[in-house]
């Protein structure tokens, strides 16, 4: 068993900018736990909340709040580790929270399947599968993802007009959510009542995995997952780019 226990927050970003797919972060990082090995820091679970941490909760168990659950924010072990350590990590973190924080009843996340990815670590780690959520991203012309919500704040709209206008593709595909309980037996029976979620152990698999490709004229499916780079140039240019460039691409 890996020994887990917190970690800086600065190092488990830089972590996760070194070996997760993703170099974006959610809005409220909380409580970071990890471990070290020999090599230096070796894994690590950012655990906090989405943008609405008390309409999420509330929408799978109603009689929660928001200091009732964690969201997993972020996992990532480094490369050369066993393919195991994330499961490993994930019974960790689960231990120290009902050592540390036994007010915590429900830990909660998505699998990135529009990533490719159907959840198996949380598959292997007994967490139980809720169902999935249609969601969407946008690509550059060099593979690069662009945030639904970076359209809204930065360009003010995610209308086709919008997208089109700045030479991005539209993908659609599944998030895949999945919760394991820190509770006993008889509070998780009646959690699982009240839940408007059918939680399951049916888990999804890769033949699961189906994506929607719409470059403005009209959306195809496919079952072969589109290619996402993560280099960071969108973000910069269009950051430093005035607004004025796109200020007629933001009336539609």
Same mark, same amino acid.
């Given at each position: ?60 168990? *109603? ?38 924080? *036994? ?14 990815? *159907? ?84 888990? *999804? ?48």
């Amino acid at each position: 068993m890996i020994a887990v226990d917190t970690v800086p927050l600065k190092q488990a970003k830089q972590l996760c900018l070194a070996y997760h797919y993703s170099d974006i972060f959610p809005p409220h990082c909380m409580v970071c736990l990890g471990f070290y090995d020999g090599q230096g820091i070796g894994g690590v679970a950012i655990w906090g909340w989405g943008v609405r941490p008390k309409h999420t909760i509330q929408l799978l168990f *109603p009689s929660l709040d928001t200091p009732d659950y964690w969201e997993l924010c972020r996992l990532c072990c480094r490369d050369d580790l066993p393919r195991n350590t994330e499961s490993q990590l994930l019974a960790g973190c689960a231990d120290w929270f009902r050592q540390n924080q *036994p007010e915590r009843k429900v830990l909660y996340t998505w699998a990135d399947g529009i990533r490719g990815k *159907p959840g198996y670590v949380y598959q292997g780690s007994n967490w139980l599968y809720g169902g999935y959520i249609n969601t969407e991203i946008y690509l550059t012309e060099n593979h690069e993802p662009v945030h639904p919500r970076l359209m809204i704040t930065r360009f003010g709209s995610r209308s086709k007009e919008v997208w089109t206008g700045m030479g991005l593709r539209r993908i659609r595909g599944k998030q895949f959510r999945y919760c394991q309980f820190l509770c006993g037996h008889k509070q998780r029976k009646k959690l699982l009542g009240e839940s408007p979620i059918n939680w399951t152990k049916r888990y *999804p698999k890769h033949d699961d995995l189906v994506w929607r490709i719409d470059a403005g004229e009209g959306s195809r499916e496919t079952r072969n997952p589109p290619r996402i780079e993560r280099s960071g140039q969108f973000r910069q240019s269009a950051f430093h780019t005035p607004l004025p460039l796109f200020a007629g691409l933001t009336n539609g």
